[in-house]
Protein backbone atom coordinates (compact mmCIF):
# COMPACT_ATOMS: atom_id res chain seq x y z
CA UNK A 1 0.00 0.00 0.00
CA UNK A 2 0.86 3.60 -0.74
CA UNK A 3 1.97 6.25 1.91
CA UNK A 4 -0.60 9.02 2.30
CA UNK A 5 2.83 10.77 1.02
CA UNK A 6 2.97 9.52 -2.35
CA UNK A 7 -0.80 8.05 -2.57
CA UNK A 8 -2.40 9.82 -6.25
CA UNK A 9 -6.19 10.33 -6.94
CA UNK A 10 -8.51 11.97 -9.16
CA UNK A 11 -11.19 13.78 -7.98
CA UNK A 12 -14.45 14.77 -10.15
CA UNK A 13 -16.85 16.94 -9.06
CA UNK A 14 -20.11 17.27 -10.51
CA UNK A 15 -23.43 19.37 -10.04
CA UNK A 16 -26.48 18.22 -8.24
CA UNK A 17 -28.83 20.38 -9.94
CA UNK A 18 -28.68 19.48 -13.40
CA UNK A 19 -30.54 16.15 -12.19
CA UNK A 20 -28.39 14.48 -15.21
CA UNK A 21 -29.57 10.73 -15.68
CA UNK A 22 -27.30 8.28 -14.35
CA UNK A 23 -26.11 7.13 -18.50
CA UNK A 24 -25.04 10.99 -19.16
CA UNK A 25 -23.74 11.45 -15.50
CA UNK A 26 -21.03 8.69 -16.02
CA UNK A 27 -20.25 9.93 -19.65
CA UNK A 28 -19.67 13.69 -17.79
CA UNK A 29 -17.66 11.73 -15.02
CA UNK A 30 -15.57 9.83 -18.25
CA UNK A 31 -14.98 12.98 -20.08
CA UNK A 32 -13.81 14.62 -16.71
CA UNK A 33 -11.09 11.79 -16.12
CA UNK A 34 -9.92 11.69 -19.52
CA UNK A 35 -9.64 15.89 -19.14
CA UNK A 36 -7.86 15.33 -16.17
CA UNK A 37 -5.70 12.28 -17.17
CA UNK A 38 -4.26 14.36 -20.48
CA UNK A 39 -3.39 17.06 -17.98
CA UNK A 40 -0.33 15.47 -16.27
CA UNK A 41 3.14 14.22 -16.96
CA UNK A 42 4.15 11.01 -17.50
CA UNK A 43 5.65 10.62 -14.51
CA UNK A 44 2.64 11.31 -12.40
CA UNK A 45 0.11 9.36 -14.98
CA UNK A 46 2.48 6.07 -14.27
CA UNK A 47 1.99 6.97 -10.17
CA UNK A 48 -1.26 7.18 -10.48
CA UNK A 49 -1.81 4.26 -13.06
CA UNK A 50 0.35 2.01 -10.54
CA UNK A 51 -1.58 2.89 -7.39
CA UNK A 52 -4.65 1.13 -9.35
CA UNK A 53 -6.35 4.77 -11.07
CA UNK A 54 -7.88 6.11 -7.56
CA UNK A 55 -11.12 8.28 -8.39
CA UNK A 56 -13.69 10.11 -6.05
CA UNK A 57 -17.02 11.51 -7.65
CA UNK A 58 -18.47 14.50 -5.07
CA UNK A 59 -21.20 16.35 -5.38
CA UNK A 60 -21.91 20.29 -5.07
CA UNK A 61 -25.25 22.41 -5.28
CA UNK A 62 -24.80 24.34 -8.08
CA UNK A 63 -22.37 25.89 -11.17
CA UNK A 64 -21.14 28.66 -8.59
CA UNK A 65 -19.79 26.53 -5.79
CA UNK A 66 -18.38 24.01 -8.94
CA UNK A 67 -16.49 27.05 -10.53
CA UNK A 68 -15.20 27.56 -6.64
CA UNK A 69 -13.62 24.16 -6.35
CA UNK A 70 -12.11 25.03 -9.90
CA UNK A 71 -11.05 28.30 -9.17
CA UNK A 72 -9.33 27.08 -5.57
CA UNK A 73 -7.99 23.64 -7.22
CA UNK A 74 -6.35 26.26 -10.02
CA UNK A 75 -4.85 28.96 -7.42
CA UNK A 76 -3.21 25.99 -5.34
CA UNK A 77 -1.57 24.67 -8.61
CA UNK A 78 -3.15 21.61 -9.25
CA UNK A 79 -4.40 20.03 -12.22
CA UNK A 80 -7.90 20.64 -13.08
CA UNK A 81 -10.64 21.35 -15.56
CA UNK A 82 -13.87 21.65 -16.46
CA UNK A 83 -16.16 19.51 -18.87
CA UNK A 84 -18.62 21.75 -21.23
CA UNK A 85 -21.09 19.79 -22.50
CA UNK A 86 -21.84 19.39 -26.31
CA UNK A 87 -25.71 19.90 -25.69
CA UNK A 88 -26.52 16.88 -27.84
CA UNK A 89 -29.03 15.31 -25.67
CA UNK A 90 -30.14 16.64 -21.86
CA UNK A 91 -28.92 19.68 -21.67
CA UNK A 92 -28.14 22.55 -23.39
CA UNK A 93 -24.71 22.61 -25.14
CA UNK A 94 -21.87 24.71 -23.39
CA UNK A 95 -23.10 23.63 -20.15
CA UNK A 96 -20.64 23.10 -17.29
CA UNK A 97 -21.14 19.63 -15.93
CA UNK A 98 -18.58 18.79 -13.90
CA UNK A 99 -14.78 19.60 -12.47
CA UNK A 100 -12.02 17.44 -12.40
CA UNK A 101 -8.74 17.46 -9.99
CA UNK A 102 -5.32 15.55 -10.30
CA UNK A 103 -4.28 12.77 -11.15
CA UNK A 104 -2.44 14.79 -7.88
CA UNK A 105 -1.39 13.48 -4.45
CA UNK A 106 -4.33 13.11 -2.50
CA UNK A 107 -3.34 15.41 0.03
CA UNK A 108 -2.73 18.30 -2.36
CA UNK A 109 -6.58 17.82 -3.78
CA UNK A 110 -8.21 17.85 -0.01
CA UNK A 111 -7.38 20.32 0.78
CA UNK A 112 -10.02 21.67 -1.90
CA UNK A 113 -12.34 19.01 -2.07
CA UNK A 114 -11.95 17.09 1.41
CA UNK A 115 -15.26 18.77 2.78
CA UNK A 116 -17.60 17.69 -0.32
CA UNK A 117 -19.98 14.85 0.33
CA UNK A 118 -19.75 11.46 -2.02
CA UNK A 119 -22.19 11.58 -5.11
CA UNK A 120 -24.60 8.49 -4.42
Known sequence: ?????????QVIVVREDLNLSRG???????HASILGYE???E???EKWKMEGQKKIVLKVKNLEELMKVF???KSL???AAYVRDAGLTEIPPGTITAVVIGPEQSKKIDKVTGNLPLLK
Open 1 to 9: MASEESEYK
Open 24 to 30: KLAVQVA
Open 39 to 41: LVD
Open 43 to 45: RTR
Open 71 to 73: EKA
Open 77 to 79: GLP
